[in-house]
């Protein structure tokens, strides 16, 4: 179907911006893309839909295989799914980036209580509240055996956008395990920094 794209052997995020420079420079409406961890899977995936693609998968001997069409005009016309929030836009947009399960140093135990008290409190920022980006050991706090999982799947529910790194998760061997929120990629995040009102990194 239409160009391949062998992004095998890339690590984030070089699968999405291949794919990206597809649809922005060439405004390919068909294409495969092929890839080699469920993370790239998801990111592009996530992309092409973004963009108007309908996406089909497929999994070989470890290697997914996205077949992507589009019926409609592609290129920048679209917008990325970070800019898609049901926030009021009155309302200021707040970016936490979470990059430890630990909050402080000094003590790990203390670290991981205040990190899970802070994550309780989060839900003071109100409709503020934006976005929950999850880096390094702060997708631990994604899993099912998260002390703050309930919360977090609440603060979706609510609207709130969560999003743990794909290579994060691939890097601790939680991929599988992640419980709440989407697999994101370094363009994903770079992109709703820039879009946020206020990134408030927490570690």
């Given at each position: ?14 699968p ?12 390919d ?24 693609y309908?996406?089909?998968d ?11 069409r ?7 016309d ?11 836009t009155?309302?200021?947009k707040n ?17 991981g ?18 976005q929950?980006?999850?880096?390094n050991?702060g ?6 055996s ?7 799947q ?7 956008i ?8 691939e890097h ?9 929120g ?20 927490i570690?």
């Amino acid at each position: 179907m239409g160009k391949i794209i062998n992004a095998c052997g890339l690590t984030c995020p070089a699968p999405v911006l291949l794919v990206k420079d597809s649809v922005e420079q060439n405004n390919d409406k068909e294409m495969t893309v092929l890839v080699d961890n469920g993370s790239s899977m998801e990111n592009v995936t996530r992309f092409l839909k973004s963009r108007g693609y309908t996406v089909t998968d497929s999994q070989e001997g470890g290697i997914f295989r996205l077949e992507a069409r589009c019926h409609q005009r592609v290129g920048n016309d679209s917008q990325p799914e970070t800019k898609k929030v049901s926030r009021d836009t009155a309302t200021q947009k707040n970016l936490v980036l979470v990059t430890s399960d630990c909050l402080g140093s000094g003590d790990d135990v203390l670290g991981g209580k205040l990190m899970v008290s802070y994550l309780k409190t989060i839900k003071e920022m109100g409709t503020d509240l934006w976005q929950l980006i999850f880096v390094n050991g702060g997708v631990k706090l994604t899993i099912g055996s998260s002390p703050v999982l309930q919360e977090l799947q609440e603060y979706e529910k609510s609207g709130v956008i969560i999003f743990a790194c794909g290579t994060c998760l691939e890097h601790f061997g939680l991929t599988a395990h992640k419980k709440v929120g989407g697999t994101t990629n370094m363009l994903d995040i770079v992109m709703a920094t820039q879009l946020a009102d206020k990134v408030i990194t927490i570690s």
